[in-house]
Structures are given as C-alpha cells and as structure tokens.
C-alpha cells in the first residue's frame, strides 16, 4: 500500500503542473521539481549543503549491494550504460519512505574522469558523446544513499569502474568492480 500510495503523489505532482501550467501559462515543472528535491538541490555541486565524500558502512542485515557496469555504443552519439545492479533499491528520493527491510536504497552517482557529472535514479542512462575527450577515459559509479554518503563494505566503496578509448571499435578496455553482481 505504500508503494501504490507513494506512486500516486509522485503523478499527482505531475498533474498538478501540467494543469498549473496551463492556468498560469508557464510550466511550472522545473520549480516543483526543484522543490520536491530542495533538500538534495546540488546538481551544480554545491558540495557545502551535502555529505558527497562521505562514507558510511552499509548497515548490518542488509544484503550486500552488487554492481557491474555494461555499456553500448549509441547510433547516434556518445554510448549507454547500464547498471547492472542486484540487492539494491535503485530510486529517486521520494520513494525514500518506502522501503524493503533486506535491502539497500537510493541512487548512484556518475563520474566522469573524476568529475560527477549527474545523479542516476534508474538502471539506463545515455552518456553523450560530449562527456568525453578523444582517447581515454574512465565511467565510475558510486551506490548512495539518499544523503549522498556513499555506502561501503569492509570500508570499500560500493562502486564499479570502466576504462574505455572513445576511438576503439570496442570501448572497454577494462571492468572493475568493488562488489560484481555474481552470475
């Protein structure tokens, strides 16, 4: 019932600002976006209101989280990635409240050659070709909770990494993981 219940704000919220935005005659998306998400507001790095470096050690009871990194050329520019992700609840802040006693919950940040470069709520994401330089380069993801502290196992980061060369047919030149989802 608290997932149902959860789901239901969240698409009221939408049709709440698209029939705003008709009666005002602006959207009004982007400004309840941002206030639905005032407390995590740092997509421009705002790295003094949050706990980006910080690591906390996943609680005990909880089933380890497993992440492997696969990523695709696109056809039109830049590739796709996909977390592969097992024993973690992948998942925007507003679902917060709603949890599931075995498991992990929040999201994942993305860098790029050492700069991050956005939060992931979901398992897809595009990476345009412009967040790459020629050659070389390196895809990390971290696992957060929703504080942004980000969760570890014997004091390693839950994270996985890619090593790829933009100019090769085949990108991956190499695949890390501090905790691979076990086939």
Same mark, same amino acid.
């Given at each position: 019932?608290?997932?149902?219940?959860?789901?239901?704000?969240?698409?009221?919220?939408?049709?709440?600002s698209v029939i705003f935005s008709g009666v005002l005659g602006m959207p009004i998306t982007p400004m309840l976006?941002?206030?639905?998400?005032?407390?995590?507001?740092?997509?421009?790095?705002?790295?003094?209101?949050?706990?980006?470096?910080?690591?906390?050690?996943?609680?005990?009871?909880?089933?380890?989280?497993?992440?492997?990194?696969?990523?695709f050329r696109d056809a039109v520019t830049g590739f796709n990635l996909h977390l592969n992700i097992r024993n973690?609840?992948?998942?925007?802040?507003?679902?917060?409240?709603?949890?599931? /006693?075995? +498991?992990?919950?929040?999201?994942?940040?993305?860098?790029? %050659?050492?700069? #991050? !470069?956005?939060?992931?709520?979901?398992?897809? /994401?595009? +990476?345009?070709?412009?967040?790459?330089?020629?050659?070389? %380069?390196?895809? #990390? !993801?971290?696992?957060?909770?929703?504080?942004?502290?980000? +969760?570890?196992?014997?004091?390693?980061?839950?994270?996985?990494?890619?090593?790829?060369?933009?100019?090769?047919?085949?990108p991956v030149i190499s695949n890390e993981s501090t905790s691979p989802v076990n086939e």
């Amino acid at each position: 019932m608290d997932v149902i219940m959860a789901k239901w704000r969240s698409n009221n919220r939408v049709l709440m600002s698209v029939i705003f935005s008709g009666v005002l005659g602006m959207p009004i998306t982007p400004m309840l976006a941002d206030s639905m998400h005032s407390a995590h507001a740092h997509q421009g790095e705002d790295r003094a209101c949050c706990h980006h470096d910080e690591m906390v050690a996943l609680p005990e009871g909880l089933k380890i989280p497993e992440l492997s990194l696969l990523l695709f050329r696109d056809a039109v520019t830049g590739f796709n990635l996909h977390l592969n992700i097992r024993n973690f609840e992948l998942e925007s802040p507003e679902y917060e409240a709603v949890r599931h /006693e075995e +498991l992990a919950q929040g999201h994942a940040h993305l860098f790029i %050659n050492g700069k #991050k !470069v956005k939060r992931l709520y979901g398992p897809y /994401e595009h +990476l345009p070709g412009s967040y790459f330089t020629a050659g070389e %380069n390196e895809i #990390k !993801v971290t696992l957060n909770n929703h504080d942004h502290t980000s +969760l570890t196992v014997n004091e390693k980061p839950l994270s996985a990494t890619l090593k790829i060369n933009t100019e090769q047919d085949d990108p991956v030149i190499s695949n890390e993981s501090t905790s691979p989802v076990n086939e």
